[in-house]
C-alpha cells in the first residue's frame, strides 16, 4: 500500500518581542517566521533565534513516563554541553521550555509554540514528544555565549511510518568496540534526528557460542543499546541471517552448501551456516534464535522489527534449498517469523531483503499465495519500481535500506571512512529521494560516524520525502556548527562529494572490485578546503574541536592533500590527519573493512 504522504501544518502568528539585525535592518521576529520552514533550514540570513540565555527552567509534564524524564536527561546534555547552559527544574530562569503530552496532535508528531520567554513542546506521544526537542535542537544555536532558542513554530507530522537505523555492530568498528557512554549517547542523538526505530546486529560468527566470552560481552553491549532507544521512546529492532551459527559449531552434516552469488568457499561459507533443509537443520537454526530473542526479552527488550537476511550473511544452494531466493530463504524465513511473534508479541514486524537475492519467482508465487506472516520488502539501491514493489502482495509494503556507509553505493572507499566524512547530498536528492517517496521507510546502513551528514539527510527524506535535501543539510550546519558557515560548508561539501571517488574510491573487487581510482583528485580540493579554513575561523571552541567537525574538516585536508601527492598516501600531513580519524573512530586494534590508511597494525 502506498503510504499517504501528511503535510507539516505551521502556524505564524507573532513570536515574542524580539529583533533581529540582518544586513544592517532590524527586523522584528514575526516578520522572520513565514521564512522558517517546516522541515530543513531556510537560507542562513533568514533564520532568527532569541537571545542567547545561560540558564533554562524545564517543566515537565505531571507523571510523566521516565522516558520523558530520560528524553529532558538528552535536552540538557546538549545545552550543556554544547552551549554551557544549565538546565533546571525549579525556579525561574531567562527562558523556559515546556514538554507536554497530548494525544490529539497525533502519532509520533509535535509541536512547538510559544511567545517571549517561554516555549512548549507538545508531542502526541514520547516518541513524538522526543522527536519535537530534536527539532528545537536543530533550529536553536550554541555559539552566542548560551543557548539561543529557535524560533520555528508549528505542528510537524511524519510521513514515513518506519524510519530506522542500521548499526552493523561487528568487525571490531565504532559501534563494536567503541567507548560505550559515547555510543550511547549517539543512540540518543539519532531519536532526535527522527528515527523511531534503532536496529542492530549479533554476528554469531565472530564467536564460539552463546557462552563465548566474547559473546558475552557483546550481548551486554546489545542489551545496553536496545536499551538505550526503547529509554527514549525508540522502538528497537535485529538484522538476522536467517540460517546463521555460530563459528564452526553445526554438526558436519548440518552445514549449509555453499555456491550462491555472494556465499564464500564452502570450506568457509559452511563454517557458520546451517542447511534448513537438512533433518535437524531448521530445528538448531531455531533453538539458536530462540536463545537469542528470550535472552533479549529476559533483559526487558522488546522487539518491534526483524529484518530476515538471505544472502551476506545466509544461504545455501543443496539441491533442496534452491533456488534459495524462492525456495529455502523464505522456508527459514517464514519460520524465524512465528518465532519472533511466538517470543515477542504478533505486532512484531518481519522484513525480507533483496540484498543479492532475486525475488521474480517469490513474487509469482506470492500473486497467488500471499505472505501472512511478512510485513516489508527491503530493496537496496534503486531497483526498479515497476518489477519489484509494484508485484509486491497487498500485505508487503517496500521499504529501502540506503548504504549510507558507503556513500549509496557510488563513492565505496578502501578502507571505508578512512578518508573522513562523506556527504553526498547531491546523489540522494538526485538518485535516491524519488525512488524512495512511495516507500514506507527503510533502515539505512551504518558501518561508522563517518556518515554522520548522512544519517541527518536520509532522516529528512523519511519525516518528509518532498523536503530538499540541501534544506536539511543547511539545518544540519547551522546547528551542529554555527548558522554563519552555511554557506562556506555547503560549498565545500558539494566539492568533497565530487571529488569522492579520485584515489580513494574502489572501482572492482570480489565484493564491489580490486581496482583502486587512480584519478588525481581535482585542484578544486584546494578550494574545498580554504572554505573548510575559512569556517573554522567562525567557531566556537566547542564545535570547531567536535568529532562532527573534525571528521568533515579531516576529509577536506585529506583531499587536498592527496592533490598535492597525487594520490599517494605520504608525508606527515596525511600521517596526522589519519590519526587522528583512527583516535576519533576508537580504534584500538586493527578493523576489518574499515579503518584509516597508513597505520601500523
Known amino acids: 500500500m502506498k503510504p499517504q504522504h501528511k503535510k507539516t501544518e505551521i502556524n505564524l502568528p507573532g513570536y515574542g518581542k524580539g529583533i533581529l539585525l540582518i544586513k544592517g535592518v532590524l527586523l522584528p521576529l514575526v516578520l522572520l517566521a513565514p521564512f522558517i520552514s517546516a522541515f530543513g533550514a531556510s537560507p542562513a540570513d533568514r533564520l532568527a533565534w532569541h537571545a542567547p540565555v545561560d540558564k533554562v527552567l524545564l517543566v515537565m509534564p505531571d507523571n510523566a513516563p521516565e522516558e520523558v524524564s530520560n528524553i529532558a536527561r538528552v535536552f540538557t546534555r546538549h545545552l550543556h554541553a554544547r552551549a554551557g547552559a544549565e538546565v533546571v527544574r525549579e525556579g525561574t530562569a531567562p527562558l523556559t521550555v515546556q514538554l507536554i503530552m497530548d494525544p490529539s496532535v497525533g502519532t509520533e508528531s509535535f509541536s512547538i509554540a510559544g511567545e517571549g520567554s517561554s516555549i512548549a513542546i507538545t508531542g502526541g506521544d514520547v516518541p513524538g514528544l522526543l522527536f519535537g526537542v530534536g527539532k528545537l535542537l536543530r533550529t536553536s544555536r550554541f555559539d552566542q555565549g548560551g543557548f539561543s532558542a529557535g524560533t520555528w513554530k508549528g505542528k510537524s507530522v511524519p510521513e514515513k511510518p518506519l524510519r530506522g537505523m542500521y548499526w552493523a555492530t561487528h568487525y571490531k568498528n565504532t559501534y563494536d568496540v567503541g567507548d560505550i557512554t559515547d555510543m550511547k549517547e549517539y543512540i540518543e542523538d539519532t531519536g532526535l534526528l527522527g528515527y523511531n526505530t534503532f536496529f542492530l546486529w549479533y554476528d554469531m560468527s565472530h564467536y564460539r557460542s552463546f557462552e563465548d566470552p566474547l559473546s558475552t560481552a557483546f550481548l551486554d553491549r546489545i542489551v545496553q543499546y536496545l536499551h538505550t532507544a526503547q529509554s527514549i521512546g525508540m522502538r528497537v529492532g535485529l538484522a538476522i541471517a536467517v540460517n546463521h551459527?555460530?563459528?564452526?559449531?553445526?554438526?558436519?552434516?548440518?552445514?549449509?552448501?555453499?555456491?550462491?552469488?555472494?556465499?564464500?568457499?564452502?570450506?568457509?561459507?559452511?563454517?557458520?551456516?546451517?542447511?534448513?533443509?537438512?533433518?535437524?537443520?531448521?530445528?538448531?537454526?531455531?533453538?539458536?534464535?530462540?536463545?537469542?530473542?528470550?535472552?533479549?526479552?529476559?533483559?526487558?527488550?522488546?522487539?518491534?522489527t526483524v529484518l530476515l537476511w538471505g544472502i551476506d550473511d545466509g544461504g545455501c544452494s543443496c539441491d533442496q534449498c534452491k533456488p534459495w531466493d524462492s525456495n529455502g530463504y523464505l522456508k527459514c524465513a517464514e519460520q524465524d517469523a512465528v518465532l519472533v511473534r511466538e517470543i515477542f508479541g504478533a505486532g512484531c514486524k518481519t522484513s525480507l531483503s533483496n540484498w543479492g537475492i532475486d525475488f521474480a519467482a517469490a513474487y509469482r508465487t506470492w500473486a497467488e499465495t500471499p505472505p501472512h506472516w511478512l510485513d516489508y520488502v527491503m530493496y537496496t539501491g534503486t531497483p526498479s519500481a515497476e518489477m519489484n514493489d509494484k508485484k509486491l502482495p497487498p500485505n508487503v509494503q517496500p521499504i529501502n535500506f540506503p548504504d549510507i556507509c558507503n556513500g549509496m553505493r557510488e563513492t565505496v572507499w578502501a578502507p571505508r571512512g578512512g578518508y573522513g566524512a562523506n556527504p553526498v547530498p547531491g546523489i540522494i536528492q538526485n538518485q535516491r529521494a524519488a525512488r524512495w517517496a512511495s516507500q514506507a521507510g527503510g533502515a539505512p546502513y551504518s558501518e561508522g560516524i563517518w556518515e554522520d551528514v548522512n544519517k541527518a539527510l536520509v532522516a529528512g527524506l523519511y519525516w518528509d520525502s518532498h523536503a530538499d535535501v540541501f534544506d536539511v543539510l543547511k539545518e544540519y550546519i547551522a546547528s551542529e556548527f554555527s548558522p554563519d558557515v552555511v554557506d562556506e560548508v555547503v560549498a565545500a561539501i558539494r566539492i568533497l562529494e565530487e571529488n569522492s571517488q579520485p584515489s580513494k574510491s574502489i572501482l572492482k573487487s570480489a565484493e564491489f572490485g580490486v581496482t583502486r581510482s587512480t584519478d588525481r583528485v581535482p585542484a578544486s580540493s584546494i578550494e574545498a578546503l580554504d572554505l573548510m579554513k575559512k569556517a573554522d575561523g567562525k567557531l566556537t571552541a566547542q564545535a570547531k574541536t567536535s568529532w562532527r567537525w573534525r571528521v568533515l574538516y579531516l576529509r577536506a585536508l585529506i583531499d587536498a592533500e592527496l592533490y598535492r601527492t597525487e594520490g599517494r598516501c605520504e608525508g606527515d600531513a596525511l600521517q596526522q590527519a589519519f590519526n587522528e580519524l583512527r583516535a576519533i573512530y576508537q580504534f584500538t586494534e586493527k578493523p576489518t573493512y574499515v579503518g584509516v590508511p597508513m597505520q601500523n597494525w
Open 245 to 304: 551459527s555460530y563459528y564452526d559449531f553445526a554438526p558436519e552434516k548440518l552445514r549449509a552448501t555453499a555456491g550462491h552469488g555472494g556465499n564464500k568457499p564452502q570450506a568457509v561459507h559452511g563454517l557458520f551456516h546451517v542447511c534448513p533443509s537438512t533433518p535437524g537443520g531448521m530445528e538448531l537454526i531455531l533453538n539458536l534464535q530462540h536463545r537469542y530473542y528470550q535472552h533479549l526479552k529476559d533483559n526487558g527488550i522488546s522487539i518491534s
